[in-house]
Structure formats: structure tokens, C-alpha cells
């Protein structure tokens, strides 16, 4: 079965923003050994770049073929596709085995996940002591000024019976998610860390966020176009000219922690 992903990775790509990359030296900075780190969901390999900076190699997987299809390449990375009908044993072994991770990633993905069976899975393969799972998202409302803000979050509304189940995790920016590790100092289960980052943004470039989403594929599969007219065009007055290259900023929630010693 394709991945929500599969038919947009392109789009995807070219969309959403890179992560800064003192978030890898911190991360990195809390695990003893920097062999081997997974990330989780890895899409086109954005947040696998940084973390590659700091650990000898990263496994990078995803279930959407399309995405690593358009993975970025680096000697230390290895993109393996995961699909959804692997037990937790054959994925266990197919990114190293029992206590063989050093980091976790999960960047914008977790909601995607079978939760419980990923947890499962991360308790085996951490490296133990020491090995480190970070998760982290952000807001699918990106702060631009009020007006602007508040027809995305118009937006939000008209594209709800379109998001997957556990986008809920998203909207709640991680105050819900479950997260039964102990903290490192970087949020913890219903406290995130409230983080941000800021990207230099043409109107264009941001109706190609929301075309990405999956919301809009699943939206455009049915028949629905979510961005009709006079939606673009009340986005497009909110912005100002359509020329006009903004700074915007992304909230951004993260949590990380280690296995009970």
C-alpha cells in the first residue's frame, strides 16, 4: 500500500524546512557512544543529514518508497524501506538488533506511528546505558502575523476530515503524546521543550506547504480541492504581495529521554 507520502514526495522535498543544526550537537552531545543512530521516518533524509554530522552511521527508514526514493545521499547514511507489514523482531533486526542505537530520531513522523509497537521496538534497540530517543514536530499553523494565522487555521478546519488518525498529536503539539522514557533535560511526557525555527518563505513556497501535506493528498484523491479561488486569494491578500519574501517561524515541540536504569 502506498504511503500517505508516496504520491507528493517531490513537493514534499522541496517544502519543508531543514532542521538547525545545533539540534544534532545536542542531542549527539547526550550519548556516550556515537555509533550507530535510527532515524525513524525519515522521508528524504532531512533530519538523517545532521545527525550524520555526529555518528558514524545512520539508518534511515520510512514506508513510503517515494520518499527514499528522493533520499539524500551521504556515505553514512543507509536508507532502508520499512514497510508496515514488518513484526517487531524483523525490525529489530533489520536496524542492527538488541542494543545496537545509539540516538533515536523521530522528526515530524511519530504521528504516523503504531505508537505502542514503537516504543516496543526503540526499549530493544537502545543502546543500554546510554542510548537517547528524540522526537520532535511542529505547529501546521506557521506563524506569519494574525490575520494570516488565523485563515490558516481556517485552513486547519476545512482540511480536518482529511488528516489521519494521530494528527491529533500535532495539533496538541505533543502535550498528549505518550512518552514513557525518563527525561534528559529536554522536555517530558505532557511538557515539551518549546523550541522555533525561522525560514525565509515566498507565498508560492508557502502554498507548497499545505499542498504537501497529506491532508491535501488525501483531499485531492477524493475529488477536493482545498485550496480553491478565493481561498488562495484571501491567503494571498493576508500575505501582501505575492512577491513578497517573508520570515517566518515554525514552533517547534520536542521531547527526549532514555530508558530506566
Known amino acids: 500500500m502506498a504511503g500517505?507520502?508516496?504520491?507528493?514526495?517531490?513537493?514534499?522535498?522541496?517544502?519543508?524546512?531543514?532542521?538547525?543544526?545545533?539540534?544534532?550537537?545536542?542531542?549527539?552531545?547526550?550519548?556516550?557512544?556515537?555509533?550507530?543512530?535510527?532515524?525513524?521516518?525519515?522521508?528524504?533524509?532531512?533530519?538523517?543529514?545532521?545527525?550524520?554530522?555526529?555518528?558514524?552511521?545512520?539508518?534511515?527508514?520510512?514506508?513510503?518508497?517515494?520518499?527514499?526514493?528522493?533520499?539524500?545521499?551521504?556515505?553514512?547514511?543507509?536508507?532502508?524501506?520499512?514497510?508496515?507489514?514488518?513484526?517487531?523482531?524483523?525490525?529489530?533486526?533489520?536496524?542492527?538488533?538488541?542494543?545496537?542505537?545509539?540516538?533515536?530520531?523521530?522528526?515530524?513522523?511519530?504521528?504516523?506511528?503504531?505508537?505502542?509497537?514503537?516504543?516496543?521496538?526503540?526499549?530493544?534497540?537502545?543502546?543500554?546505558?546510554?542510548?537517547?530517543?528524540?522526537?520532535?514536530?511542529?505547529?501546521?499553523?506557521?506563524?506569519?502575523?494574525?490575520?494570516?494565522?488565523?485563515?490558516?487555521?481556517?485552513?486547519?478546519?476545512?482540511?480536518m476530515p482529511f488528516w489521519s488518525a494521530g494528527v491529533e498529536y500535532i495539533f496538541e503539539e505533543y502535550r498528549n503524546l505518550p512518552f514513557p522514557f525518563r527525561s534528559v533535560g529536554l522536555g517530558e511526557e505532557g511538557n515539551p521543550k518549546r523550541l522555533s525555527l525561522t525560514r525565509e518563505l515566498s507565498f508560492g513556497s508557502f502554498l507548497d506547504v499545505l499542498r504537501s501535506s497529506s491532508a491535501a493528498g488525501s483531499a485531492r484523491e477524493k475529488g477536493v480541492d482545498l485550496l480553491p479561488e478565493e481561498v488562495v486569494g484571501g491567503l494571498e491578500a493576508a500575505w501582501g504581495r505575492p512577491d513578497l519574501v517573508r520570515t517566518v517561524r515554525y514552533n517547534v515541540f520536542m521531547i527526549a529521554g532514555k530508558l530506566e536504569e
Open 4 to 159: 500517505p507520502y508516496d504520491k507528493q514526495a517531490k513537493l514534499y522535498l522541496e517544502a519543508r524546512p531543514q532542521y538547525p543544526s545545533d539540534w544534532y550537537s545536542t542531542l549527539s552531545a547526550l550519548t556516550p557512544c556515537r555509533a550507530t543512530a535510527w532515524d525513524v521516518g525519515t522521508g528524504n533524509g532531512q533530519a538523517a543529514l545532521g545527525v550524520a554530522e555526529h555518528y558514524d552511521q545512520v539508518i534511515a527508514t520510512d514506508i513510503s518508497k517515494g520518499q527514499l526514493e528522493l533520499g539524500i545521499p551521504h556515505p553514512r547514511i543507509r536508507y532502508l524501506h520499512t514497510p508496515a507489514s514488518l513484526s517487531e523482531n524483523e525490525l529489530v533486526d533489520l536496524v542492527g538488533g538488541e542494543g545496537s542505537i545509539d540516538l533515536v530520531v523521530v522528526a515530524t513522523a511519530i504521528h504516523w506511528f503504531d505508537i505502542p509497537m514503537f516504543y516496543g521496538v526503540v526499549r530493544r534497540v537502545l543502546r543500554k546505558p546510554g542510548g537517547v530517543i528524540a522526537v520532535w514536530g511542529y505547529s501546521d499553523v506557521i506563524g506569519v502575523n494574525p490575520e494570516f494565522d488565523a485563515l490558516q487555521i481556517r485552513y486547519r478546519e476545512s482540511a
